[in-house]
Nanobody, 127 residues
Framework: QVLLVESGGGLVQAGGSLRLSCAAS????????MGWFRQAPGKEREFVAAISRNGYGKSHTDFVKGRFTISRDNAKNTVYLQMNSLKLEDTANYYC????????????????????WGQGTQVTVSS
């Protein structure tokens, strides 16, 4: 059974930082491309960042470029999202997800490509 568990969310002031973690189990982690998505109340889920199986391929959506960084540690079966310069509009529930069938350097931003999802961790940015 694949299990993805996010952690690291919380309440932070605008301009602050948080580091999200997603611990994976029940899968060969190095075989999975990983992604972070978020969903704010009343809005659709949106792509935030993705990383390839080997960590060399990365993509960040425009509204987080220069502020958020995705990374992974295959030895620890964990993917991270470092979030700096947080803004009020970053408030959302953040989910990690795992996708299979991609080459070692490939990534995907399409949520339909992700087979397994975590339960999410809430990030709230206050003024």
């Amino acid at each position: 059974q694949v299990l993805l568990v996010e952690s690291g969310g919380g309440l932070v002031q605008a301009g602050g930082s948080l580091r999200l973690s997603c611990a994976a189990s029940g899968l060969t982690f190095s075989s999975a491309a990983m992604g972070w998505f978020r969903q704010a109340p009343g809005k659709e889920r949106e792509f935030v960042a993705a990383i390839s199986r080997n960590g060399y391929g990365k993509s960040h959506t425009d509204f987080v470029k220069g502020r958020f960084t995705i990374s992974r540690d295959n030895a620890k079966n964990t993917v991270y999202l470092q979030m700096n310069s947080l803004k009020l509009e970053d408030t959302a529930n953040y989910y990690c997800a795992a996708a299979f069938g991609f080459s070692t350097s490939s990534i995907t931003s399409r949520d339909v490509d992700y087979r397994h999802w975590g339960q999410g961790t809430q990030v709230t940015v206050s003024s």
